[in-house]
């Protein structure tokens, strides 16, 4: 945590704003070619997301929030409009961009610590650097007790906070998150939703994340958006609205103010 703390503080005094963590989608669609014909996922997505800035995609299963997030991660192409990141068009996964999927993607054959280590050591870290940097990490997801133990000997919520410790250690401009708590008990839940908006706050990353919570969209986002749409739907995934949240930086999740907010965007993504 302090290594987290000073390391940016090395860098600058404030969170460092990182050009590279822009996101740029214009008129983004992506065709799925199925035997039963086309399927178009989502359709005509706009969005630009600053550097720095956390927005949350809530909306009903199928309407393409997963789709957008592959999209951007360069797992998949688009098939029509422009899908750039920090500028630049994405042609591939990258390590400014971190990924945090529903399937934790562990390494099972390596330990919780090693795991963690792996994405820095391919990105040249020395050994000293990236043990010392993997154990702040492991850290503050809570798992030093569990570092030496490999993925199949842990829970599902566990397996979960590795693969985010493993992201957030990488320290990327872009975090990609596709309910990335879901799997977590409640407690749990609320540790690392003020651990995440505490990392942010002091990297300076920009970051998407979905979930199906409300509330913790509210929490953690300056935007919300959501999504309506999908094959069900008979119409492509598309961005229905786009919700600034005004709460500040302390937020209250009993507060009238939040749940007002909340409710809002419960009717947008239920009439949507
Ligand atoms: P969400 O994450 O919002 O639940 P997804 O992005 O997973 O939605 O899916 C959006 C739509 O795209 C759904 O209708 C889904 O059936 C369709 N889809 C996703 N992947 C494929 C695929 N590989 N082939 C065909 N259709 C797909
Ligand atoms: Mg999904």
């Known amino acids: 945590m302090s290594g987290v703390r000073s390391a940016v503080a090395a860098r600058s005094a404030g969170p460092v704003v990182d050009e590279s963590g822009r996101v740029t989608l214009a008129g983004v669609g992506k065709r799925y070619e199925t035997k039963r014909g086309p399927v178009d996922a989502v359709a005509d997505v706009d ?43 994405v042609r591939g996964p990258g390590p400014a961009r971190g990924v945090v999927f529903q399937d934790y993607g562990l390494f099972p054959w390596l330990t919780v610590a090693e795991n963690v280590r792996f994405g820095l050591r391919q990105q040249r870290w020395s050994r000293a650097r990236a043990k010392q940097r993997a154990a702040e990490m492991i ?63 002091e990297s300076g990353a920009t970051v998407l994340f979905v979930t199906h919570s409300i509330e913790e969209a509210v929490y953690l986002a300056d935007r919300v958006v959501v999504m309506a749409g999908g094959a069900s ?40």
Not at 62 to 85: M, N, P
Not at 254 to 271: K, Q, S, W, Y
Request: glycine share 12%; net charge negative; proline share 5%.
């Open 139 to 201: 850290e503050v997801v809570g798992l030093t007790r569990f570092a030496d133990r490999f993925p199949g000997e842990l829970s599902g919520g566990m397996q979960q906070r590795v693969a985010i410790a493993r992201v957030l250690a990488a320290d990327p401009a872009l975090l990609l998150m596709d309910e990335p708590f879901g799997a977590l008990d409640a407690l749990t839940r609320t540790t690392m939703q003020h651990e995440l908006k505490r990392l942010r706050a």
């Open 233 to 272: 739907h008979g119409a492509p995934g598309h961005i229905a609205a786009i919700v600034p949240v005004d709460l500040g930086d302390e937020r209250d999740v009993n507060g009238p103010a939040f749940n007002d907010l909340e409710r809002r965007i419960a009717a947008l993504v239920h009439e949507s």
């Open 47 to 89: 969005l630009e997301v600053a550097p720095g800035e956390f927005v949350a995609i809530v909306g009903a299963s199928g309407c393409g929030k997963s789709t957008l997030l592959r999209i951007l991660a360069g797992f998949e192409g688009h098939t029509s409009g422009t899908v750039e990141v920090g500028g630049a068009p």
